[in-house]
């Protein structure tokens, strides 16, 4: 049963090791977003922002 696991514990480890930087993640979202890169409805801009960063405004933290 445990080998049945090994191909989602790589797929796991593949993906940790592919972390996004929080510029990177802000650039992501922007460009969905604001550049109109993602076939998504703008309204969910706003909660995309709150979800990324809880209790902070990410975009400002840094001064960006």
Do not use: C
């Not at 922007?30 to 995309?48: I, T």
Request: charged share 25%; aromatic share 10%; net charge negative.
């Amino acid at each position: 049963m445990q080998q049945s696991f090994e191909p989602m514990r790589k797929q796991v480890e593949a993906w940790q090791r592919s972390e996004l930087t929080d510029v990177t993640a802000k650039v992501v979202i922007y460009e969905a977003f604001v550049e109109g890169k993602l076939e998504a409805p703008k309204h969910l801009a706003r909660a995309v922002h709150d979800l990324y960063s809880p209790g902070v405004n990410a975009w400002d933290a840094d001064g960006n």
